[in-house]
């Protein structure tokens, strides 16, 4: 596994909220050229609100001697680029404290979340591992680094081939069904993941009597898209069409994605242990009767059966959701936010109940939770 300081972090504050113009025509590029010279280096970005509305370009392969040289080139090509093109939206630094904050609240992370920097500012931090997730299991650290290299193509290929964001909506959703069909009982069973963050996301909503506002919002996006994600459902994955990949950029995509998913699960089946921890992990919850009352009859019921918890401690479970929080974490490089995320939930497993005639209640022998 490559060491936690052998990993370049270039920090890009560019404040425009659709950042496919400096993906597409400087990061893309800068780390092609940069592969001409070094051949495979790692690399994925991260899209950041906490410290204001930046991108981290993440690099590491270059040979040691020659980590200075890299730096400079960065430096220099993103600078260059936002000597000619750079943004020129402004942010009032008090009012983005206040939306972290309540971004934070609903993401579980506390900050600090300043300072904010000026627009354009281009810089070098350092590397940070995950530690809070995955502790010192090297093989799911290397595996997560390894997984965001290799989504980076795939995201670039959703940027370039679509600019609606109904367009990447579909592209996501999709994405996501292949992820769940990838669960040991097929996606029958994989879609209760994606249940179970809308559940407790409108559930959430409800407390703030705001539930009916966002389904009416996420319905009224529903009507637009969701034949297309039932009919990627009914002809891929309930027919099991043999799929033709042929040039199609969409389907290109799909079989990247596919075949990324397969090798990763395949790697981590040969760990002993790829538990992930989280702040509201399930075990603390369980512990707490007061905070279990706070949760919905879904999560209720997941939370206090014998299968429920068994499912939740598989390392099966725990391999599929390894894949599916890197895909969440890597949506905002899209242009999606949290709320957007549940959203895709919601479309997902509306149309896999509706393709595949399912329903969670009776997939999960549920019960009222007294």
């Not at 959703?158 to 994405?175: A, H, P, T």
């Amino acid at each position: 596994m490559i060491q936690e300081e052998d990993w370049l972090t270039l920090r890009i504050f560019y404040y425009d909220r659709d950042k496919d113009s400096i993906l597409l025509d400087c990061i893309f590029p800068l780390i092609k050229e940069l592969r001409l010279t070094y051949g495979d280096l790692l690399f994925y970005l991260k899209r950041h609100w906490q410290y204001g509305p930046h991108i981290d370009l993440n690099l590491s392969g270059f040979p040691i001697n020659q980590k200075k040289q890299v730096k400079n080139f960065l430096m220099g090509y993103v600078s260059e680029y936002l000597a000619e093109y750079p943004s020129n939206e402004e942010i009032n630094s008090k009012e983005y404290l206040i939306l972290s904050k309540k971004l934070g609240a609903l993401e579980y992370n506390y900050g600090p979340y300043t300072p904010i920097y000026e627009n354009n500012t281009v810089m070098f931090t350092d590397y940070k591992r995950n530690t809070a997730l995955f502790g010192d299991n090297p093989l799911l650290i290397g595996s997560r680094e390894f997984f965001l290299n290799e989504i980076m193509p795939i995201f670039k290929g959703i940027i370039s081939d679509s600019k609606s964001k109904e367009e990447r909506l579909v592209y996501c959703i999709c994405l996501m069904a292949l992820i769940a069909d990838k669960f040991k009982d097929g996606i029958k069973y994989g879609y209760l993941s994606f249940k179970s963050h809308a559940e407790g996301f409108l559930h959430q909503a409800g407390k703030r009597n705001l539930d009916h506002v966002i389904i009416k919002e996420f319905k009224e996006v529903e009507a637009r898209i969701s034949g297309k994600i039932e009919s990627f459902l009914a002809e891929f994955l309930l027919e099991k069409v043999e799929i033709e990949w042929g040039n199609d950029p969409h389907l290109k995509v799909f079989r990247e994605w596919d075949d990324l998913i397969v090798s990763t699960m395949e790697k981590l089946s040969l760990s002993e242990d790829i538990r992930i921890e989280s702040s509201n992990s399930f075990k603390k919850v369980i512990k707490d009767k007061e905070s279990l009352e706070g949760f919905s009859s879904f999560h209720k019921h997941l939370l206090t059966s014998n299968k429920g918890i068994e499912l939740l401690e598989s390392k099966h479970f725990n391999a599929y959701r390894f894949i599916i929080n890197i895909f969440y974490e890597q949506l905002p490089i899209i242009g999606f936010n949290a709320k957007d995320r549940n959203m895709m939930c919601f479309i997902l497993s509306n149309a896999v109940e509706k393709i595949f005639e399912c329903d969670w209640k009776n997939l999960m022998g549920y019960k009222e939770v007294k």
